[in-house]
């Protein structure tokens, strides 16, 4: 009897778990038919009385409502999102589980405590998010639904990120994390005054020698342009530079060549003279030296819509401090289309900037189409959900589980690559194409293993020919990005094919468009610790080669890329680990300077100035590696301006307001450091001062999704790195008396952020430029009543409410302290209306 009772139980059993499994499948399918009203919030959560979190840590919770007809099951799904940060992989909370997928990929699903939800109900899933999350870019974002019945199908849902406001755990006051208030604002901005225009610098970047005339050259008519053949292209942009609507005769000569300039070698030199009666000279040491003075010249022209068209009397001597001047866009992590890469070739022109630093390849994207390895883009540069392994790479930075996102997914063809390296061409910018390895480059590993599998499953002997990982690879690492699948590995001949096949195709390209390549980035940074160890194909190629460590290895597979870099007439650049050799001191972990490639030419573009690294750079400059300045703390524009929750980017490194960028001595990095700081630090020798080409702005793009956003990032801190790339040192930087340097300083601040907020701002607003930089909040400050108002960028108009409204370009402007009390609010618009952030400030109202 107990046998046939049990019998029963274990019938009625199977049959509940069949009625649930289609249950699950009719719920899902008609989720998928319809779209689930599945609603999903994610917000911090205020640090519970007594609760002791750990450095950095955030509490936050994931608020699910279930808005559908249907219950969500007690089994049979996963809600994926994606995140930038790491999250507490195997936390359980409500019945759910959270577990990390791969990288920045994670997922909660139900474990065997959950009861499922009901239609109409809500849960909650709480967790301690271990990074310290201030601004919404950090938050997790793309979620979406796969039901276990459809696993190749997935459902966005409805999601929200609830209004950061500052988190109890936020650093104290003095701590890089504090709040901004609008008071520290208005006290930093204060740095500067408001200038007449008569006062502003003429011209940024700030020529080597100006010298004034008296008289102003009227523009009656549009100029009569003479130029050779050879200058087209200058010539095209000078006559673009005058408006349109101006008489087709009447105007002056301007005359463009290719000339000697006295007293200037840099072939980027020019000299630029403006005469009441003479008209316009502009001489180049090359045709790049007369589109310079072009853009000097835009910067003397009237503002469009101006009714006095006139140029100021002058001649300009103007060359370059630093032959290399670069900006370097990452399309990998998120895709952006021609368009916005011919946008930021024509600002890096205007700003006189000449090396585009293209960063076409990483974990999340491959952006180039490369011939005969079709699947670098078919897989490598296509995100989206799928339950096959390599159909496409897995979503990342909110791309969400479609494959058309257009973030997510795109690259350039062949057709499109080249007509890049035409535009830059016509703008004297040469494009530096980099391919990320070893590491850094899972879109690569999974698009040559997936062609593997198909070509193996066909019986081809060509499958292995290009395969980047070792299939019996058990090393255990970690990536920056939290991947363990993501590098090449040096001990397959494989490899090294690829890499060659890579590299003649990606110079082939540059020969067709008509632009050699002179350089290419073969990446370098990141290398996870622990990658190879365990890697049967590169313990034989070390045992090979006789090589004792991974260190060593490394240095192996570096010389095998150099030499098929040469092999194709090329100089190898890559990040700075390329030229640096990991080691440990006193128990910690160093890096210095590799004696074994100081003679191989390499050009090591140098990131790291964190604590312990800040002078990495002088001392790879002194041993004799060419260097190009990218300090973190310095000049990466993905790092958010401040800690506020209103402000976008990451804070890994550093934060990096507009003043940041504009105080940076590339030859006394640790200039603004304490004393103490700058103890048993190097400092650049005058030999390694000559292995300094130039400065760079990155702007890695894990939270620009969009080109508003590039817009808000970049600039206006790309005009402060163009000031520092181009013009010499200014006199606070070389003066040793700190109190004159002071004033020196305050005085030439001044005049940078005049002349961006009265002219080189309001030119973008108005000449069509389409840039959404980035309006800073205004400065508040209380005093004896009223309420003081400033802005980083002088001239930029303040507008005012005081009846808790948010300004609009109808508010009344700011012209003086405001007297009237309430909360008063305060915004900067620019010349087209736009507005920046409001901040506000209570004036109190004062009884008698």
Do not use: C
């Not at 399309?331 to 022109?349: C, I, Q, Y």
């Not at 607003?765 to 108002?789: C, E, K, Q, T």
Request: glycine share 10%.
């Amino acid at each position: 009897m107990k046998k046939t009772m049990m019998g029963r139980a274990t019938m009625v059993s199977s049959l509940l778990a069949v009625l649930m499994a289609l249950q699950s499948v009719a719920v899902a399918a008609s989720e998928l038919a319809d779209g689930p009203r599945l609603q999903l919030r994610w917000e911090l959560q205020r640090k519970p009385a007594g609760l002791q979190l750990p450095q950095g840590g955030s509490p936050a919770r994931f608020i699910l409502s279930n808005q559908d007809r249907h219950a969500l099951p007690p089994s049979g799904w996963s809600l994926y999102f994606t995140g930038i940060d790491r999250m507490p992989a195997g936390v359980q909370s409500r019945g759910l589980v959270l577990e990390q997928v791969a990288g920045g990929l994670f997922r909660l699903r139900p474990g065997p405590d959950f009861k499922g939800l009901a239609a109409g109900q809500t849960l909650e899933f709480a967790y301690l998010h271990r990074d310290a999350v201030f601004m919404p870019s950090r938050s997790p974002s793309g979620p979406y639904l796969v039901y276990d019945a459809a696993p190749d199908a997935a459902v966005p849902l409805q999601f929200t990120v609830a209004t950061l406001t500052e988190p109890a755990q936020r650093g104290k006051v003095g701590s890089p994390h504090s709040a901004v208030s609008p008071e520290d604002t208005y006290w930093r901005n204060a740095r500067a005054e408001l200038l007449p225009a008569a006062k502003l610098p003429p011209v940024l970047p700030t020529p080597l020698q100006l010298r004034p005339g008296a008289g102003r050259l009227a523009l009656a008519g549009r100029p009569a342009v003479s130029a050779s053949a050879a200058l087209a292209n200058e010539a095209a942009l000078a006559r673009s530079l005058f408006p349109a609507g101006l008489p087709a005769g009447g105007g002056p000569s301007l005359r463009l060549s290719v000339g000697a300039v006295e007293g200037q070698a840099s072939p980027e030199a020019y000299r630029l003279a403006i005469g009441s009666a003479g008209g316009i000279d502009i001489i180049g040491n090359s045709a790049a030296g007369v589109a310079h003075g072009l853009q000097t010249l835009r910067e003397l022209m009237p503002l469009p819509g101006a009714s006095l068209l006139e140029l100021p009397e002058l001649t300009i001597v103007d060359a370059p401090r630093f032959g290399y001047r670069g900006f370097m866009l990452d399309v990998a992590r998120n895709f952006h289309g021609k368009k916005t890469v011919f946008k930021w070739l024509d600002l890096m022109a205007r700003f006189k900037l000449n090396k585009f630093h293209f960063h076409l390849t990483d974990d999340e994207g491959w952006r180039i189409e490369i011939a005969g390895l079709p699947e670098l883009t078919a897989i490598g540069a296509v995100r989206g959900h799928s339950a096959r392994p390599g159909l496409r790479l897995q979503p990342a930075y909110g791309s969400g589980p479609d494959p058309r996102d257009p973030a997510g997914s795109g690259h350039y063809t062949r057709a499109d690559y080249i007509e890049i390296l035409r535009y830059a061409k016509a703008r004297h910018i040469e494009v530096i194409p980099e391919i990320e390895m070893p590491g850094h480059a899972r879109a690569a590993v999974q698009a040559m293993e997936a062609r593997y599998q198909r070509l193996r499953a066909q019986g081809s002997r060509d499958a292995s020919r290009y395969l980047l990982n070792d299939l019996e690879d058990r090393s255990e690492y970690l990536s920056a990005q939290y991947f363990r699948d993501n590098v090449i590995n040096p001990g397959l001949e494989s490899s090294y094919a690829f890499i060659d096949h890579v590299v003649r195709e990606v110079a082939a390209l540059h020969r067709e468009a008509g632009v050699p390549l002179a350089t290419i980035h073969m990446g370098g940074d990141e290398l996870a610790n622990g990658a190879w160890e365990k890697s049967p194909a590169s313990l034989a190629m070390m045992r090979k080669q006789g090589l004792e460590t991974s260190a060593d290895l490394w240095d192996y597979f570096y010389e095998r890329v150099d030499a098929i870099v040469r092999k194709h007439g090329m100089v190898t650049s890559g990040w700075e680990e390329l030229a640096a050799r990991k080691t440990r001191l006193d128990g910690a972990s160093k890096l210095i300077p590799n004696p074994r490639f100081t003679r191989n030419g390499f050009i090591a573009y140098v990131w790291n100035n964190t604590v312990g690294a800040e002078d990495l750079a002088y001392r790879l400059a002194n041993a004799g590696y060419d260097i190009v300045l990218t300090p973190v703390t310095r000049t990466y524009f993905d790092m958010a301006h401040n800690a506020n929750p209103e402000e976008h980017g990451v804070n890994w490194g550093a934060y990096v307001e507009l003043d940041t960028v504009y105080d940076f001595v590339p030859f006394d990095i640790m200039r603004d450091a304490p004393e103490a700081a700058r103890i048993g630090k190097d400092r650049l020798t005058d030999y390694g001062k000559r292995r300094v080409r130039g400065i760079q702005a990155n702007l890695f793009a894990e939270t620009a999704r969009d080109p508003g956003r590039i817009d808000y990032l970049v600039m206006p801190r790309l005009a402060a790195l163009a000031e520092r790339a181009w013009a010499a040192d200014p006199d606070w930087a070389t003066t040793t008396d700190p109190v004159k340097a002071a004033v020196l300083q305050r005085s030439a601040w001044s005049g940078f952020v005049n002349a961006l907020g009265q002219r080189v701002l309001p030119r973008l607003d108005l000449d069509g430029s389409d840039v959404a930089y980035r309006i800073a909040p205004p400065g508040l400050v209380l005093d004896g009543g009223r309420v003081l108002a400033n802005h980083v960028l002088p001239g930029m108009v303040l507008r005012y409410t005081s009846d808790g409204s948010d300004p609009t370009p109808a508010s009344r402007p700011v012209t003086g302290p405001i007297a009237e009390r309430g909360t008063i609010r305060v915004a900067a618009f620019d010349r087209k209306g736009r507005r920046g952030p409001v901040a506000s400030i209570a004036s109190p109202i004062v009884v008698y």
